[in-house]
């Protein structure tokens, strides 16, 4: 039963072009929607989130626009730089039991 | 100073055999977590601790048992491992609530 689903395993950007990441979910009880970047051997750091009532946030060039009709976000990094060259998870957040459910994730490319 | 620290980062063991992962964090936070990332590279929830109580409990096998000695250590013991368990391991750690965790560096688990 995945509840959060990334269905695009890779991205491949030029350098200074728009990244979108794109996430749909299947639970309408999610609170807060949050994205995670992880590189190798390394564990997620958590990168921006939405609350499930607003449909916009914005922290520097990372962008998560949240269409609760379409039960989809995305995430927008513009420019992209090599260094965001990771894989981005996408999670919904459920405040009854605290629990954070991550998608499989998307591996972004960033060329130079 | 590392913040979510768990050892060892990597374990080779045999089927059949007993390990455990410990792991400590040092941010004063009240909730901690594990996560194992399969071979598909799906991050899921396994266990979550608040302040020493066990919150969640997935559909984990009850060989799987975690010990919360207190609020800054979440040890994961793994009794007659099989070839599935192989795996990355995650601990993570958070304040209750819809913030951020952080995760430690995972611990890669090879069962052979």
């Known amino acids: 039963d995945q509840q959060v689903k990334q269905n695009s395993p890779s991205l491949s950007v030029q350098e200074g072009r728009i990244s979108i990441l794109n996430c749909d979910y299947t639970?309408?009880?999610?609170?807060?929607f949050l994205w995670y970047k992880k590189y190798p051997a390394e564990g997620p750091t958590f990168l921006i989130s939405i609350s499930s009532i607003k449909d916009k946030n914005e922290d520097g060039r990372f962008t998560v626009f949240l269409n609760k009709s379409a039960k989809h976000l995305s995430l927008h990094i513009v420019p992209s730089q090599p260094g965001d060259s990771a894989v981005y998870f996408c999670?919904?957040?459920?405040?009854?039991?605290?629990?954070?459910?991550f998608g499989g994730g998307t591996r972004v490319l960033v060329k130079p | 100073d590392t913040a979510v620290s768990q050892t060892p980062k990597y374990l080779v063991t045999q089927m059949g055999n007993d390990k455990s992962i410990k792991c400590e964090q040092n941010l004063g936070h009240d909730t901690m977590y594990w996560y194992k990332q399969d071979s598909k590279k799906f991050l899921k929830i396994m266990f979550s601790y608040n302040n020493k109580e066990l919150i969640i409990n997935e559909t984990v096998p009850n060989r799987f048992s975690p010990k919360s000695p207190d609020k800054a250590h979440l040890n994961l013991h793994i009794n007659s491992l099989e070839l599935g368990d192989s795996a990355v391991y995650f601990c993570?750690?958070?304040?209750w609530g819809p913030g951020e965790l952080f995760f430690g560096e995972g611990s890669r688990l090879t069962v052979l």
């Open positions: 999670a919904g957040y459920k405040a009854a039991g605290n629990k954070l459910t």
């Open positions: 993570a750690s958070s304040h």
């Open positions: 639970n309408s009880m999610f609170d807060y």
